[in-house]
């Protein structure tokens, strides 16, 4: 199957700092890509729809000023935590669905974020 | 939006018995179904799916029913071995075409172990 890239698998930061996620799409184009994000013994909840080339489209309740989102290719997302706090600790996992080829979205390995 | 319940939560099952779990849905336009396990630390693996168009589907051990009149979808597992536990989530989405496939509702998760 195809294969989609998160980097870093896993991220320790300061409060306060910002970090950066990507969502890379290795064999395949994808014009979009979602994120989603898990906390421990939950369910993935879907946060925003990354659309290359133009704005996000973030769900009800996510901040966008806080998770900038930028897709400025065909194969890459990138997910940005701003001014991070503990509580933005999570795991955040990325899918793309293959550009005009109807399949599945695949998902990405998620990256586990620690905010100390 | 769409909202998907999930049972159980937790199914221990003993090597070779089988499995199922159910999934219910609210949204009667939700029209494609899959199903995911995830292993520790790692991003959900698409197992199987299902199209509203199809009651029920299999691949080898693994099968899906689907009932659109009542909304629910079933996941099957047969002969179950260890290495099957792990945590299943099924999905629920609205697929107009391409992309779309990546936005999804997830359930709850249900932790399934299987002990040799």
């Not at chain 1, 935590?81 to 996992?93: G, L, N, R």
């Not at chain 2, 199914?11 to 949204?27: H, P, R």
């Not at chain 2, 396990?37 to 991003?43: A, D, I, P, R, T």
């Not at chain 2, 051990?61 to 047969?78: D, E, M, P, Q, Y």
Request: proline fraction near 4%; charge should be neutral; charged fraction near 20%.
């Amino acid at each position: 199957g195809a294969v989609v890239s998160q980097h870093p698998s896993w991220v320790i930061c300061k409060s306060g700092t910002s970090v950066k996620i990507e969502c890379r799409s290795l064999d395949f184009q994808a014009t979009t890509m979602f994120w989603y994000r898990q906390f421990p013994k939950q369910s993935l909840m879907l946060m925003a729809t990354s659309n290359e080339g133009s704005k996000a489209t973030y769900e009800q309740g996510v901040e966008k000023d806080k998770f900038l989102i930028n897709h400025a290719s065909l194969t890459l997302s990138t997910l940005t935590v701003t001014s991070a706090h503990p509580e933005d600790s999570s795991f955040y996992i990325c899918s793309a669905p293959p550009y005009r080829q109807n399949t599945e979205a695949f998902f990405g390995q998620g990256t586990r974020l620690t905010v100390v | 939006g769409e909202n998907v319940e999930q049972h159980p939560s937790t199914l221990s099952v003993q090597e070779g018995d089988s499995a199922v779990i159910k999934c219910t849905y609210s949204d009667s336009a939700s029209n494609y179904f899959p199903w995911y396990k995830q292993e520790l630390g790692k991003g959900p693996q698409l197992i199987i799916d299902i199209r509203s168009n199809v009651g029920e589907k299999k691949d080898q051990r693994i099968a899906v029913t689907l009932n659109k009149t009542a909304k629910h979808f079933s996941l099957h597992i047969t002969e179950t071995q260890p290495e099957d536990s792990a945590v299943y989530f099924c999905a629920a989405s609205y697929n107009a075409g391409g992309t779309s496939y990546g936005k999804l509702t997830f359930g709850q998760g249900t932790i399934l172990t299987v002990h040799p």
